[in-house]
């Protein structure tokens, strides 16, 4: 008989066992109800969803690009600006420093100069140009006919007269020059002395008749 007790005992539940039974189900929930509510919040993107700040930041990352464009291209356009007006000034005061590349030079410098120390039939060609075409609107036909001519002798002057300049200067550059390959040099005499005086640039550092 103390056997079959025995045997009872063994197989009767303890109170432990009782609350050990009840409680593990229960914790055994908690980790399904966080991995609920963590599905909860990624759902949707996939991701979870940020913070107001960490919003409020990529917005304002997101904007600060195209401000720092607009940014970059008033800087550049002031800057232009600035390298104009230092050029500009540059060409009027001969300061060769700051001239435009195609002004730079001993060679282009000694070009402007012996333009600038002639005068030229090239020189006055706008102007007799502008009083050729007033006067051929006049109805008269002698009139007419004179500013035809006269156009025509222009024009013949004109050619000769820049024919003869390109020819002078491409010999000196070649005299006093020699190591200098001599490209673009007539062409930027000949823009030159078609130019006024007064509206060169740069402006002319010698005057007319001085030897060069």
């Known amino acids: 008989m103390a056997a079959a007790w025995q045997g009872r005992y063994e197989y009767c539940p303890t109170l432990v066992d009782v609350f050990r039974r009840r409680t593990s189900p229960e914790t055994a929930d908690v980790p399904v109800e966080a991995d609920a509510d963590d599905a909860a919040r990624t759902s949707g993107k996939g991701r979870p969803t940020p913070k107001r700040s960490e919003a409020e930041k990529a917005r304002k990352q997101r904007v600060r690009p195209a401000l720092n464009r607009r940014e970059a291209m008033r800087r550049d356009r002031e800057r232009m600006r600035a ?17 435009l590349a195609r002004d730079q ?91 006024l005086r007064r509206l060169r640039l740069p402006k002319p550092q010698v005057k007319p008749g001085t030897l060069v």
Do not use: C
Not at 85 to 95: E, F, H, S, W, Y
């Open 83 to 99: 390298d104009r007006a230092k050029t500009r000034q540059a060409m009027n005061t001969g300061d060769e420093k700051h001239y």
């Open 105 to 195: 030079g001993e060679v282009r410098r000694f070009v402007r100069n012996y333009v600038d120390s002639r005068r030229t039939v090239a020189e006055f060609f706008l102007p007799l140009i502008l009083v050729i075409l007033l006067t051929s609107l006049i109805g008269i036909p002698v009139v007419q006919f004179a500013s035809t001519i006269i156009w025509l002798g222009v024009m013949v002057l004109l050619i000769v007269d820049l024919t003869i300049l390109g020819m002078r200067v491409k010999r000196e550059v070649r005299k006093r020059f020699p190591d200098d390959p001599g490209k673009g040099h007539v062409l930027y005499a000949v823009t030159r002395a078609t130019q």
